[in-house]
């Protein structure tokens, strides 16, 4: 695919609609808030959510409806015999690392392989960023540089939608029961919390929420949050000889002494995990550290686990006068565990993929999906492409072509559901 925008006659006619929906929805702010105390965490995923459950009632979708807690669901009958009741997931919120406040999307036409120079911020450059180097041709989709662009993962909102309206427009396009759900606050980790897994009713479920084209995840990281808190003892600094307790500097002697040269994002890679502190907000008298932990072996996150809360305690308990809160949860557990028991689910990725042209990549995702909840909770969940990169930052971009792509990917895996349906349906053929 290197070199040339993908091509397929059902991702081209797909295209206009998924970018118009797309600029649409990232429009719309949906950052989520850290310590939620109501879903969705922010007013702003309503919002989308309301305008998706207009646009999915405006495509005929009768039982399409938003509830309380913010979840979008709605159902496509299947087109013959009944047979599986199939998901396809993504998610409203954006990460709350970068401002998601007045997204402007720009679309770069007929990209031609060199540096994309953003209006208000960095540069968009393939030595830096080689998934740009087989994108010429591509329209690329970035923000003007000042805010994320919510490719994470309206991209993957946007896939769904087009393909739903394509659905719609063709019946005679093969299709089981399909469950659609738009969700909140992934990004911090509780998009399946509140998720009614009973009502949505499905056997297996999709999440379209990755990266590169043709991607295809079984196998995510298993996930900690740590937050540590200190409480030191606050006076003027003029007068503060034997009495003060800094906090601020205790916090930042337990990110010191952590490894430097491993166990860190940024010198990792592959199935190798890592201990992040990712927010410090700290004043003499209080700090507080918010970490996540991640690996993709139970025993390996356990030893970094443990390698957190001692550092932590050692440290502030060479001052008496500190208090610590420690805590430490739980995010999501990796789901290759409960989908290599149901391998023709992520069979019939792999063919709707192969359907599309596309050679599917199946690597482990450095990261998790709402899907690496809903695994554990029973709905196996594996994750698909959506063709945006570079999430989380004010560099993020995506391909038109891909992202068409994924949209195209959606209807493909509703044929593949489909024939295995009419041919028996326990397994699915490529």
């Known amino acids: 695919m290197s070199g040339a925008p993908y091509t397929s006659p059902l991702a081209q006619a797909l295209a206009t609609d998924v970018l118009a929906r797309f600029e649409r929805y990232v429009r719309i702010d949906t950052q989520s808030r850290r310590d939620r105390v109501g879903s969705p965490s922010t007013s702003g995923q309503l919002e989308l959510g309301g305008l998706l459950l207009g646009e999915l009632k405006a495509l005929g979708v009768s039982d399409a409806a938003l509830d309380e807690h913010g979840y979008v669901t709605a159902t496509l009958a299947c087109t013959h015999d009944e047979g599986p ?15 998601g406040t007045g997204v402007e999307p720009i679309v770069h036409r007929d990209y031609d392989g060199g540096v994309i120079s953003l209006p208000r911020g960095p ?83 999709y999440t379209i929420d990755g990266s590169e084209l043709g ?27 034997g009495k003060l307790v800094n906090a601020l500097r205790l916090a930042a002697r337990i990110v010191a002494a952590l490894p430097l040269e491993r166990l860190t994002p940024e010198t990792t890679s592959g199935r190798e995990g ?16 918010r970490f996540i932990l991640r690996d993709f072996d139970e025993d390996r996150l356990e030893q970094h686990a443990e ?10 308990g060479s001052e008496p006068r500190a208090e610590l809160q420690y805590e430490l949860r739980r995010q999501y557990t990796n789901m290759r565990r409960v989908l290599e028991s149901v391998p023709h689910v992520v069979a019939a990725a792999e063919a709707a993929i192969r359907a599309e042209g596309i050679e599917p990549r199946r690597a482990p995702i450095r990261g998790g999906t709402d899907g690496s909840l809903l695994s ?55």
């Open 85 to 99: 009741v199939i998901g396809v997931l993504a998610h409203l919120d954006t990460s709350p690392d970068v401002s």
């Open 123 to 205: 540069r968009l450059d393939p030595a830096a960023m080689p998934e740009l180097h087989g994108k010429r041709g591509h329209d690329i989709v970035t923000s003007s540089g000042d805010t994320l662009l919510g490719a994470d993962d309206k991209a993957g909102v946007a896939a769904i939608m087009a393909a739903v309206a394509y659905l719609t427009a063709h019946p005679e396009s093969p299709r089981p029961t399909l469950r659609i759900a738009f969700t909140p606050d992934e990004e911090i980790g509780e998009g399946a919390t509140l998720f009614d897994l009973e009502r949505f009713g499905a056997e297996c479920a």
């Open 215 to 241: 991607e295809l995840q079984d196998e995510t990281f298993s996930a900690y949050e740590a937050i540590v808190t200190i409480e030191g003892v606050e006076v003027h600094p003029g007068q503060a000889t």
């Open 274 to 289: 890592f201990i992040h502190p990712y927010e410090l907000t700290a004043t003499a008298g209080r700090a507080q550290i």
């Open 307 to 316: 390698l957190l809360e001692r550092t932590t305690r050692e440290i502030v």
């Open 376 to 430: 554990e909770m029973g709905l196996p969940t594996p994750n698909i492409f959506t063709g945006g990169h570079e999430y989380h930052s004010t560099r993020e971009w995506v391909s038109v072509q891909d992202m068409a792509a994924a949209a195209a990917t959606v209807v493909r895996l509703a044929e593949v559901w489909a024939r295995a349906e009419r041919t028996g349906g326990a397994q699915v053929s490529e």
